[in-house]
T-cell receptor, first 115, second 111 residues
């Protein structure tokens, strides 16, 4: 069974530029999560989707971050414009248990560097 | 204010010995706890979990102990193997709330 796929794995951009990350969850998983992981910290939830509906986006900085999950499968996370403090690893995870945060499967992450 | 704390940033253990990783939490509403393992350049991988109705859960070489009165849990790895060298994250949730992760403990198992 293929795991959670994320691309790109690494991205270097200059501040004020836009950037987008893509995630393909495990087949059949209807719950998808985007996390932010700063250096030396644990992952922090940005947004959770149940199918195509964002059910928890309270931690998503909506002034510059946006996300979508069209058709309830793949998802894209966008930052526009990027700031220096956005340098971090962006993790995507998926799970099959609706309404539960248990046993999520994580992708390898996208490491973003903003110069 | 950190709700999940892993106070040891790193731990070194000899191969074959026991590794004990600790985690403390402050939110008494947490009722489900998980441990994740993370290798470099990979995402975290689920390792083991425990519900607040239990005080112990075992899976092969891995055992998690929960002390609700002390708001403390620990992960025991016996025997430790070089392949266990990774960063271990403790996480907690109260049902339908987001996982709250600790900062992680880097375990090094020395051959």
């Amino acid at each position: 069974e293929a795991g959670v796929v994320q691309s790109p794995r690494y991205k270097i951009i200059e501040k004020k530029q836009p950037v987008a990350f893509w995630c393909n969850p495990i087949s059949g998983h209807n719950t998808l999560y985007w996390y932010l992981q700063n250096l030396g910290q644990g992952p922090e939830l940005l947004i959770r989707y149940e199918n195509e509906e964002a059910v928890d986006d309270s931690q998503l900085p909506k002034d510059r971050f946006s996300a979508e999950r069209l058709k309830g499968v793949d998802s894209t996370l966008k930052i526009q414009p990027a700031e220096l403090g956005d340098s971090a690893v962006y993790l995507c995870a998926s799970s099959s248990a609706s309404g539960s945060y248990n046993e999520q499967f994580f992708g390898p992450g996208t490491r973003l560097t903003v110069l | 204010d950190q709700q999940v704390k892993q106070n040891s940033p790193s731990l070194s253990v000899q191969e074959g010995r026991i590794s004990i990783l600790n985690c403390d939490y402050t939110n008494s509403m947490f009722d489900y706890f998980l441990w994740y393992k993370k290798y470099p350049a990979e995402g975290p991988t689920f390792l083991i979990s425990i519900s607040s109705i239990k005080d112990k859960n075992e899976d092969g070489r891995f055992t998690v102990f929960l002390n609700k009165s002390a708001k403390h849990l620990s992960l025991h790895i016996v025997p430790s193997q070089p392949g266990d060298s990774a960063v271990y994250f403790c996480a907690a949730t109260s049902g339908n709330t987001p996982l709250v992760f600790g900062k992680g403990t880097r375990l090094s198992v020395i051959a």
